[in-house]
């Protein structure tokens, strides 16, 4: 079974400047997530999908923060502008039912 | 012994010794726990799972301890091996305000494994 796949793996960014990350989550996963982790703490839940609905967006800075999940599979989640705090690694997971499978995630470091 | 580090609390054990990694949940009405592992460069993986209508569950070298009544995650790794050194999230499903599950995470404790 292929797992989550994310791209790019790394991302080097100036403030102000806008980026995308892109998901792909196992085959028939209704549940997508994308989470954002700072260096040293947990994941933190940024939106949450169920097939191409948000459910789950609460965390997320609308200001500047964007997500879709087209046709209820890949995922795209966009940052504009960017800011220096934004800097992390941002891990997109799917889930069937209960347990959430992670990709390798994207570390964005902004300058 | 264990210490808290500048972001992670850390857990310093031998080869070959148990290790204890603990974990506070929030919410009363979690239902399902899930233990992640995750190495440096990577995004978190599965360990191992309980219910809350569950005290014990065990794995391979694994078992997860749940205590309801103080809202107290254990997870317990025997025989430790350096290929165990990561960091170490336990994570709560709830339900949250749209009427689905979702995965909150705690704060990680990272273990270190001498040989």
């Known amino acids: 079974e292929a797992g989550v796949a994310q791209s790019p793996r790394y991302k080097i960014i100036e403030k102000r400047q806008s980026v995308a990350f892109w998901c792909n989550p196992i085959?028939?996963?209704?549940?997508l997530y994308w989470y954002q982790q700072i260096l040293g703490q947990g994941p933190k839940l940024l939106i949450q999908?169920?097939?191409?609905?948000?459910?789950?967006d609460s965390q997320l800075p609308k200001d500047r923060f964007s997500a879709e999940r087209l046709k209820g599979v890949d995922s795209t989640l966009k940052i504009q502008p960017a800011k220096l705090e934004d800097s992390a690694v941002y891990l997109c997971?799917?889930?069937?039912?209960?347990?959430?499978?992670f990709g390798q995630g994207t570390r964005l470091t902004v300058v | 012994g264990e210490s808290v580090g500048l972001h992670l609390p850390t857990l310093s054990v031998q080869e070959g010794d148990n290790s204890i990694i603990n974990c506070a949940y929030s919410?009363?009405?979690?239902?399902?726990f899930i233990w992640y592992k995750q190495e440096s460069g990577k995004g978190p993986q599965f360990i191992i799972d309980?219910?809350?209508?569950?005290d014990k569950r065990q794995g391979q070298r694994v078992t997860v301890l749940l205590n309801k009544t103080v809202k107290h995650l254990s997870l317990q790794i025997a025989a430790t091996q350096p290929g165990d050194s990561a960091v170490y999230f336990c994570?709560?499903?709830?339900?949250?305000?749209?009427?689905?599950?979702?995965?909150?995470f705690g704060k990680g404790t990272m273990l270190l494994v001498s040989p």
């Open positions: 085959s028939g996963h209704a549940t």
């Open positions: 997971a799917s889930s069937l039912e209960f347990e959430a499978f």
């Open positions: 994570a709560e499903k709830t339900i949250g305000n749209s009427g689905y599950s979702t995965l909150t």
């Open positions: 919410n009363s009405a979690s239902d399902y």
């Open positions: 999908f169920q097939n191409n609905g948000v459910v789950d």
């Open positions: 309980i219910r809350s209508n569950m």
